[in-house]
């Protein structure tokens, strides 16, 4: 169960009812997608963001090794971290 996703496809679905009127099939496809988003948001759970478990450690931004935190310079690559 992912709730934002689940929120946004409600929204969606209401401006896909909001649209019907207007613009008719474009509507009703706005409300086909915020369905089919609510239906994903039931199967699927929220991403969690890439972490490593050691605390002390990061992920280099260029090419992704775990490193020391307190690196200014990955080892690997030699990139500069951010
Ligand atoms: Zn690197």
New binding site residues.
Partial sequence: MWPLLAAYGIVTIMSGIFLLPITGTFGMAIGLIGALMVVTSIFVSPPTPEQPDDKSKKY?S????E?DKNEKI?P??E?EQI
Avoid: R, S, V, W
Avoid at 62 to 65: N, P, R, S, V, W
């Fill in positions: 280099c260029y090419c992704i090794a490193i990955c690997l690559c990139i």
